[in-house]
Protein backbone atom coordinates (compact mmCIF):
# COMPACT_ATOMS: atom_id res chain seq x y z
CA UNK A 1 0.00 0.00 0.00
CA UNK A 2 0.74 3.45 -0.11
CA UNK A 3 3.51 5.39 1.97
CA UNK A 4 3.34 8.41 3.82
CA UNK A 5 6.08 9.86 5.26
CA UNK A 6 6.17 13.11 7.62
CA UNK A 7 9.29 15.34 8.29
CA UNK A 8 10.78 16.50 11.11
CA UNK A 9 9.12 14.01 13.68
CA UNK A 10 9.38 16.76 16.32
CA UNK A 11 9.85 20.81 15.93
CA UNK A 12 10.17 23.23 18.57
CA UNK A 13 9.83 26.76 18.04
CA UNK A 14 10.01 30.23 19.42
CA UNK A 15 6.63 32.10 19.29
CA UNK A 16 7.01 34.62 15.91
CA UNK A 17 8.96 31.72 13.86
CA UNK A 18 8.14 30.35 10.46
CA UNK A 19 8.10 26.88 9.81
CA UNK A 20 7.36 24.43 7.00
CA UNK A 21 6.50 20.66 7.30
CA UNK A 22 6.87 17.61 4.77
CA UNK A 23 4.93 15.16 3.95
CA UNK A 24 5.92 12.44 1.11
CA UNK A 25 3.86 9.80 -0.47
CA UNK A 26 5.15 6.99 -2.30
CA UNK A 27 2.14 6.49 -5.15
CA UNK A 28 -0.17 8.94 -6.87
CA UNK A 29 -2.83 9.85 -5.15
CA UNK A 30 -6.42 11.22 -5.63
CA UNK A 31 -6.79 13.14 -2.54
CA UNK A 32 -4.37 14.57 0.17
CA UNK A 33 -5.43 16.59 3.71
CA UNK A 34 -3.79 18.05 6.26
CA UNK A 35 -5.09 18.13 10.04
CA UNK A 36 -3.92 19.77 12.87
CA UNK A 37 -4.84 17.48 16.22
CA UNK A 38 -5.21 19.38 19.31
CA UNK A 39 -4.46 18.10 22.74
CA UNK A 40 -8.00 16.68 23.29
CA UNK A 41 -7.93 14.49 20.32
CA UNK A 42 -9.71 15.87 17.49
CA UNK A 43 -8.81 16.24 14.11
CA UNK A 44 -9.31 19.61 12.75
CA UNK A 45 -8.97 20.39 8.56
CA UNK A 46 -6.48 22.73 7.70
CA UNK A 47 -6.42 21.74 4.02
CA UNK A 48 -7.93 19.55 1.62
CA UNK A 49 -4.93 20.01 -1.51
CA UNK A 50 -4.69 17.49 -3.65
CA UNK A 51 -2.43 19.65 -6.29
CA UNK A 52 -1.90 23.32 -6.43
CA UNK A 53 -1.25 25.74 -3.75
CA UNK A 54 -3.74 27.19 -1.22
CA UNK A 55 -3.39 29.76 1.68
CA UNK A 56 -5.48 30.26 4.87
CA UNK A 57 -4.65 33.56 7.38
CA UNK A 58 -1.19 32.29 8.71
CA UNK A 59 -1.25 29.03 7.02
CA UNK A 60 -0.67 27.83 3.15
CA UNK A 61 -0.04 24.05 2.19
CA UNK A 62 0.91 23.16 -1.32
CA UNK A 63 0.66 20.05 -3.24
CA UNK A 64 3.43 18.79 -6.34
CA UNK A 65 1.31 15.64 -7.06
CA UNK A 66 3.82 14.43 -9.95
CA UNK A 67 6.77 14.80 -7.12
CA UNK A 68 4.58 12.94 -4.82
CA UNK A 69 5.08 15.69 -1.63
CA UNK A 70 3.13 18.57 0.05
CA UNK A 71 4.30 21.05 2.27
CA UNK A 72 2.66 22.96 4.94
CA UNK A 73 3.75 26.45 5.97
CA UNK A 74 3.23 28.08 8.93
CA UNK A 75 4.15 31.79 9.60
CA UNK A 76 4.13 33.76 12.56
CA UNK A 77 4.04 30.81 14.62
CA UNK A 78 1.60 31.44 18.35
CA UNK A 79 1.37 29.14 21.34
CA UNK A 80 -2.24 27.87 19.95
CA UNK A 81 -0.34 25.90 16.81
CA UNK A 82 0.93 23.88 19.01
CA UNK A 83 0.07 19.80 18.69
CA UNK A 84 0.06 16.92 16.27
CA UNK A 85 -0.12 18.02 12.27
CA UNK A 86 -0.75 14.93 9.83
CA UNK A 87 -1.15 14.20 6.40
CA UNK A 88 -3.16 12.13 5.08
CA UNK A 89 -3.86 10.30 1.17
CA UNK A 90 -5.77 8.70 -0.33
CA UNK A 91 -4.73 6.55 -3.25
CA UNK A 92 -7.64 4.34 -3.84
CA UNK A 93 -10.89 6.67 -3.24
CA UNK A 94 -11.62 4.68 -0.27
CA UNK A 95 -9.84 4.95 3.02
CA UNK A 96 -7.37 7.95 4.02
CA UNK A 97 -3.67 7.14 5.13
CA UNK A 98 -2.17 8.93 7.75
CA UNK A 99 1.67 9.90 8.09
CA UNK A 100 2.87 9.69 11.86
CA UNK A 101 2.40 13.37 12.10
CA UNK A 102 5.00 16.23 12.94
CA UNK A 103 4.31 16.98 16.48
CA UNK A 104 5.06 20.73 16.99
CA UNK A 105 5.37 22.90 20.06
CA UNK A 106 5.99 26.87 19.95
CA UNK A 107 7.12 28.12 22.93
CA UNK A 108 6.33 32.07 24.18
CA UNK B 1 -24.25 23.14 10.23
CA UNK B 2 -23.19 20.52 13.07
CA UNK B 3 -20.64 18.28 12.76
CA UNK B 4 -19.57 14.27 12.99
CA UNK B 5 -20.62 13.54 17.07
CA UNK B 6 -19.59 10.17 18.60
CA UNK B 7 -20.92 8.62 21.54
CA UNK B 8 -19.69 8.04 24.50
CA UNK B 9 -16.42 10.30 24.55
CA UNK B 10 -14.83 7.63 26.76
CA UNK B 11 -15.35 4.13 28.31
CA UNK B 12 -13.74 2.15 30.44
CA UNK B 13 -14.91 -1.78 30.07
CA UNK B 14 -13.08 -4.88 31.66
CA UNK B 15 -11.39 -7.27 29.43
CA UNK B 16 -13.75 -9.66 27.90
CA UNK B 17 -16.67 -7.26 28.08
CA UNK B 18 -18.44 -6.20 24.86
CA UNK B 19 -18.65 -2.32 23.91
CA UNK B 20 -20.46 -0.41 21.46
CA UNK B 21 -19.77 3.12 20.20
CA UNK B 22 -21.81 5.06 17.84
CA UNK B 23 -21.26 7.76 15.18
CA UNK B 24 -23.22 10.48 13.71
CA UNK B 25 -22.19 12.29 10.82
CA UNK B 26 -22.74 15.18 8.76
CA UNK B 27 -26.36 14.73 7.71
CA UNK B 28 -25.69 15.29 3.63
CA UNK B 29 -22.80 13.03 4.08
CA UNK B 30 -23.16 9.20 2.41
CA UNK B 31 -20.03 7.92 3.45
CA UNK B 32 -18.67 7.24 6.85
CA UNK B 33 -15.51 5.35 7.97
CA UNK B 34 -14.03 4.26 10.92
CA UNK B 35 -10.16 5.05 12.01
CA UNK B 36 -8.35 3.35 15.24
CA UNK B 37 -5.39 6.20 16.73
CA UNK B 38 -3.01 4.26 19.18
CA UNK B 39 -0.70 6.55 21.26
CA UNK B 40 1.94 8.71 19.63
CA UNK B 41 0.42 6.67 15.69
CA UNK B 42 -1.42 8.46 13.28
CA UNK B 43 -5.42 7.37 12.74
CA UNK B 44 -5.49 3.65 11.02
CA UNK B 45 -8.34 2.70 8.49
CA UNK B 46 -10.68 0.35 10.29
CA UNK B 47 -13.78 0.14 7.37
CA UNK B 48 -16.11 2.27 5.70
CA UNK B 49 -19.81 2.69 4.48
CA UNK B 50 -21.04 4.02 1.54
CA UNK B 51 -24.72 4.92 2.36
CA UNK B 52 -25.74 1.49 4.32
CA UNK B 53 -23.28 -0.47 2.28
CA UNK B 54 -20.12 -2.02 4.33
CA UNK B 55 -17.48 -1.55 1.37
CA UNK B 56 -14.04 -2.19 2.68
CA UNK B 57 -12.88 -3.47 5.70
CA UNK B 58 -9.33 -3.25 7.17
CA UNK B 59 -6.88 -6.32 8.05
CA UNK B 60 -7.18 -5.02 11.58
CA UNK B 61 -10.89 -5.46 12.53
CA UNK B 62 -10.95 -8.92 13.26
CA UNK B 63 -13.96 -11.12 13.86
CA UNK B 64 -14.21 -9.46 17.26
CA UNK B 65 -15.34 -5.85 15.95
CA UNK B 66 -18.43 -5.44 13.60
CA UNK B 67 -19.85 -2.29 12.31
CA UNK B 68 -23.32 -1.32 10.92
CA UNK B 69 -25.25 1.56 9.47
CA UNK B 70 -28.13 -0.09 8.99
CA UNK B 71 -29.99 3.74 7.47
CA UNK B 72 -26.98 4.94 6.21
CA UNK B 73 -27.42 7.53 8.54
CA UNK B 74 -25.39 7.02 11.91
CA UNK B 75 -22.92 4.24 12.50
CA UNK B 76 -21.73 1.90 15.25
CA UNK B 77 -18.84 0.32 15.74
CA UNK B 78 -19.03 -3.32 18.07
CA UNK B 79 -16.21 -4.81 19.97
CA UNK B 80 -16.50 -8.06 21.19
CA UNK B 81 -14.52 -10.23 24.19
CA UNK B 82 -12.33 -6.82 24.55
CA UNK B 83 -8.52 -7.36 24.53
CA UNK B 84 -6.19 -4.92 26.16
CA UNK B 85 -4.32 -4.37 22.84
CA UNK B 86 -7.98 -2.73 21.56
CA UNK B 87 -7.42 0.49 23.98
CA UNK B 88 -7.28 3.45 21.81
CA UNK B 89 -8.98 6.15 20.17
CA UNK B 90 -11.92 5.34 17.89
CA UNK B 91 -12.55 8.05 15.21
CA UNK B 92 -15.20 8.38 12.88
CA UNK B 93 -15.08 10.58 9.65
CA UNK B 94 -17.61 11.03 7.19
CA UNK B 95 -17.79 12.57 3.63
CA UNK B 96 -19.73 13.29 0.44
CA UNK B 97 -19.08 11.19 -2.84
CA UNK B 98 -20.08 12.28 -5.73
CA UNK B 99 -19.30 11.11 -9.53
CA UNK B 100 -16.89 8.37 -8.36
CA UNK B 101 -14.72 11.00 -6.42
CA UNK B 102 -14.87 10.76 -2.30
CA UNK B 103 -14.25 14.66 -0.84
CA UNK B 104 -13.25 16.37 2.48
CA UNK B 105 -13.16 13.61 5.40
CA UNK B 106 -14.77 15.72 8.72
CA UNK B 107 -13.68 13.77 11.71
CA UNK B 108 -15.41 13.53 14.78
CA UNK B 109 -14.29 13.92 18.95
CA UNK B 110 -13.41 10.25 19.21
CA UNK B 111 -14.41 7.74 21.63
CA UNK B 112 -11.40 7.04 23.92
CA UNK B 113 -11.77 3.28 25.17
CA UNK B 114 -9.49 1.69 27.89
CA UNK B 115 -9.49 -1.48 28.87
CA UNK B 116 -8.01 -2.45 32.36
Known amino acids: GIQVEQSPPDLILQEGANSTLRCNFS?????LQWFHQNPWGQLINLFY???GTKQNGRLSATTVATERYSLLYISSSQTTDSGVYFC??????????FGAGTRLTVKP | DTGVSQDPRHKITKRGQNVTFRCDPI?????LYWYRQTLGQGPEFLTYFQNEAQLEKSRLLSDRFSAERPKGSFSTLEIQRTEQGDSAMYLC??????????????FGPGTRLTVT
Open chain 1, 49 to 51: IPS
Open chain 2, 93 to 106: ASSPFFAGVPYEQY
Open chain 1, 27 to 31: DSVNN
Open chain 1, 88 to 97: AVDANNNDMR
Open chain 2, 27 to 31: SEHNR
